[in-house]
């Protein structure tokens, strides 16, 4: 099975039909990490990925956007960690989305994504991102008070306004060269439960673990339909979702760096070219060098 194969595999075009409890956390498409063909893959996808970003940095012209939604344990920042290992750092930003400051409620729920959008030839990634604010403040509805909204604007409808408010801010990212990949890493309650408990016995990962998180597993079955809801709505052709099986975490960092590269491909971004002068200008530069290194 080929990259471009595993990946049309979970890619969400349209959201029409789609049903969360139809992908398969645990699904690996055959694939074994023992064997090679995986590493493989693997390994050529963070090679290309590091090539392609280069490129992309050197052109300045497109920015890509990776967007990681998830329950907690299902293993983002171990994608973040191991998939952009070859990235340049220069060209790549990471913005983790934690709860939301005075200064940012009191700005619309898009503000304090749109003020750290990555920067033409860059790769900004959000570890959560403003799909936060259709599910997390939707489980919680207290903290959508704490947003301050006139109360007649907070309707039975706002979910819904949402949705449509996102999508045309990706539909406006697209149109000026911001390219969203959105990924939801899908883990099984099972899974999740399984890595909090590794988080309370490794000293090495206790500092991760925190006790509200038992407390949002707890809210499972609101979780899955509110992601459920927001894939469904937020899934249009220009900026489809990526629905990742993530109970083998190996196979979750295969398919995003396949899903990035296969994205980047498509741009197809390019190294400068110099026009004529510029390429006199180097070649007088290069004489001068090589005159004084003649000394």
Known sequence: MLPSDIIKRYRVRDGRGFRL???????????????????????????????????????????????????????KDSVIKHVMSGVNPQGCDVHP???????????????RASVVLPRRGHIGIFNRSYYEEVLVVRVHKELLERQSLPPKLVTKNIWQERFEDINAFERHLVRNGIVPIKFFLHVSKQEQQKRLLERLDDPAKQWKFNAADVGESKLWDQYMQAYDDMIRATAPEVAPWYVVPADHKWFTRLVVAAAIVEQLEKIDPKFPTLDAAALRDLEAVRAALLADGSR
């Open 21 to 75: 409890a139809e992908i398969d956390p645990t699904d690996r498409c055959g694939l074994d990490i023992e064997k090679d063909d995986a590493k493989a893959m693997f390994v050529a996808g963070v090679k290309r990925l590091a090539t392609l970003q280069e490129r992309l940095y050197a052109e300045h012209r497109w920015a890509i956007l990776i967007i990681l939604q998830a329950l907690d344990a299902a293993g």
């Open 97 to 111: 989305f934690k709860a939301p400051s005075q200064i940012e409620l009191d700005h619309d729920f898009l503000w």
